[in-house]
Structures are given as structure tokens and as C-alpha cells.
């Protein structure tokens, strides 16, 4: 009888744990994004920078990437999964597999009082960062991306780049429609910066809502490009964290991908370090923080990347590729703080977006 009770009471305990586990919602959610990074370019990155802050990170989970109309992902269809929890054709944006409009995790952060923010080394009006702000049946369609941007999302800090979207051709801009986006943002509160000595010199006491684009495109590759992912996202998480009702913000290392389309190993090495560098920032104040929770995965494997050779004591790799395009196979998660556990093991991109959901609402 007493073995009885003694099991009944550990079962107890562990129902009680799991229980108190799922009930625990974080104040501040940081969604990062590796574009491109599969298994074999995080160990590429181990092998070049020794130790990753992705190892800090135990909870560990891998996630299918398929769209609604094709196996093998693109960005934007991915990205969509993520900010929505539902799946969508190729190339869309923010919308469903039927062309409905679907609510992001950010949109729905802003709605219940959180602040929010987006870091890219891209145009933000890119495929990934535009699946958390915008809604268009094209990726490729970033003048109105832009519009969506300016004039309906409420983020409260943008980094990256791509003022040329915001601009019109007569100010070195790419708009045909004369407007000038950047004064409409403006007009909205918001500060606009576009070098990097005004990132760095900037005094964030002042500033109410922040756009900052370093680039008329894209930036360089790294580490060619100021201010860096993890500058950028350091700024960030000082700026979102002073609000007492939490924050959602989406980091993107969006050059990763890019590195793999050019089948360039050497620079999936430089991508993947400046992109764990920034990786480190926000783990770092997760740790201090104790109530926030960060999730790191990517959108698609670029390249077919393996690893054939390399050196440990020399950190270098040599990588053979399959494609210049995505693959179809299955991507890392992790996760750490508090809902953590619910990203362990097997699952599909659609289950970012569906917790973040889940954890957002009070």
C-alpha cells in the first residue's frame, strides 16, 4: 500500500510540474531567424567560431517546411507559417493556402498592448520581415509592401534597410508613385536614420517609435555592414524592453541564404557566426530577464550544403553543394525560457507561429 501511495504522489508531483509547465507564459517573446541555416551550416559555424551561443540553448526540436503548393519552401510562404500558424502558396505574404488575410504574431503583440520590433540584414519590405508586417499575394510586390509598412503597421522599432522602397525616383529612391514614405512615417512619430554613425550617436530616451534603414537595397555581406545583426538587436531589445506589458521582436540573419544561393561556404561561415552573435545578445538578456523567451530556427535550407572535410584546430570547412536553390529538408529549433518545452522534438514550421499565439494571449 505504500509503494501504491508513494507512486500515486510522484505521478501526482509530475502531473502537477507538466501542468504548472503549460501555464507558464513568457511577458517577452525574440522569434530569430537563420534564413538559409540548416544542420550542416550550424555546424559549419561551430567549426569556425569553436563554441555558438546556440548551445546554450537545450531545447532542441526539428521542424518540416512544405507550403501549400510545393514541397520545397521559399521564404515568404515560410515566414508566413511562422507569423500566422497557417501554411501558404509560395511567394505569398501574411496570407492563408485561399489568399485570406491572416493575423501575424505581430500584429496581434501590438493589438494587446506589447511593443514590437523587427531587425533585419535585408530590405524590410523582404520576404521575411514583410510575412510580420504586410499582406500580399506576392513577395515580390515590395512597393506596396512599403505602403503596408508605412502607412498601416504599427511595429514600433524597424533596423535593416531599403529606404529605395520608401522613396520616390526623384529622391534616389525606387517609387513611381511620387510618395515619400519615409515623411509619411514621419508624420506618424516615428524617427528615421539612415547611417550608421546616427545609429550609434542616436539617444533612445527620445525616441517614441524608430525606423532605421542603412542600405538603399540590402547591405553587404557581413562584416561588411554597419551597424551589425547583433548592434541592431542589442538597440532593439533596450528600446522594447522598457514597456511593462512585454515585447515581441523578429530578428532575421537574412544573408545566410544568400550565401547559400551563391554556393559561397566561406561566407555561410561569416553569416552564421554574425547571425549567433546576435543570438548571444538575446540569450543574454533572456538570462538576466528570467521571463522571456527566445526561439531560434530558419525558414529553409539553402543550398543542399554538406559538409565533405574540414579542420577543427584550423576552423575550416570544406562544403559541397547540390543546388543553388532551397531544399525541402527538415530545420532546427531552439528554444529557451519559460515555454520552451513545447518546441522539443518533431514538428511543423506552422508550430511557431501557433504557440507564439498560444503565449500571447492572456
Not at 255 to 276: C, K, M, P, Y
Request: hydrophobic share 40%.
Amino acid at each position: 500500500m505504500k509503494k501504491i501511495k508513494l507512486l500515486f504522489f510522484i505521478l501526482l508531483i509530475f502531473a502537477l510540474n507538466l501542468y504548472a509547465q503549460q501555464l507558464i507564459k513568457p511577458k517577452n517573446i525574440i522569434l530569430m531567424i537563420g534564413d538559409g541555416m540548416g544542420l550542416a551550416q550550424i555546424s559549419a559555424g561551430k567549426t569556425y567560431k569553436g563554441l555558438l551561443n546556440l548551445e546554450r540553448m537545450k531545447v532542441v526540436g526539428l521542424l518540416t517546411t512544405y507550403s501549400c503548393d510545393r514541397y520545397v519552401t521559399d521564404s515568404g510562404a515560410s515566414a508566413t507559417a511562422m507569423s500566422t500558424g497557417y501554411k501558404t502558396k509560395n511567394v505569398a505574404i501574411g496570407v492563408d493556402c485561399n489568399g485570406e488575410r491572416r493575423k501575424t504574431v505581430l500584429e496581434y503583440a501590438n493589438e494587446i498592448g506589447k511593443s514590437t520590433g523587427v531587425v533585419v540584414v535585408c530590405a524590410i519590405t523582404h520576404a521575411t520581415p514583410a510575412a510580420f508586417v504586410a499582406h500580399v499575394p506576392n513577395r515580390n510586390m515590395q512597393i506596396e509592401i512599403a505602403e503596408q509598412i508605412a502607412k498601416e503597421a504599427n511595429t514600433d522599432i524597424y533596423l535593416g534597410a531599403g529606404w529605395g522602397w520608401f522613396l520616390p525616383k526623384s529622391e534616389g529612391g525606387r517609387r513611381t508613385d511620387g510618395q515619400n514614405l519615409i515623411d509619411t512615417l514621419k508624420k506618424r512619430g516615428y524617427v528615421y536614420i539612415s547611417k550608421p554613425e546616427e545609429f550609434y550617436n542616436l539617444d533612445m530616451s527620445k525616441v517614441n517609435k524608430l525606423i532605421g534603414l542603412f542600405a538603399e537595397n540590402h547591405p553587404p555581406y557581413a562584416p561588411d555592414r554597419k551597424p551589425t545583426l547583433a548592434e541592431m538587436t542589442r538597440k532593439a531589445i533596450e528600446f522594447l524592453s522598457k514597456d511593462k506589458d512585454g515585447f515581441f521582436l523578429m530578428v532575421e540573419g537574412s544573408q545566410i541564404d544568400w550565401a547559400g544561393h551563391d554556393n559561397n561556404s566561406e561566407q555561410i561561415l561569416r553569416e552564421v557566426a554574425d547571425f549567433d552573435d546576435a543570438v548571444g545578445v538575446a540569450l543574454d538578456f533572456a538570462q538576466r530577464d528570467g521571463n522571456t523567451l527566445v526561439v531560434v530556427t530558419a525558414d529553409h535550407e539553402t543550398g543542399g550544403y554538406a559538409l565533405v572535410d574540414g579542420s577543427v584546430n584550423d576552423k575550416k570547412v570544406e562544403g559541397k553543394f547540390v543546388t543553388k536553390d532551397h531544399t525541402g529538408v527538415m530545420v532546427p529549433v531552439f528554444a529557451f525560457g519559460p515555454g520552451a518545452e513545447a518546441f522539443a522534438g518533431f514538428g511543423d514550421n506552422t508550430l511557431i507561429g501557433k504557440k507564439i499565439f498560444e503565449y500571447l494571449k492572456k
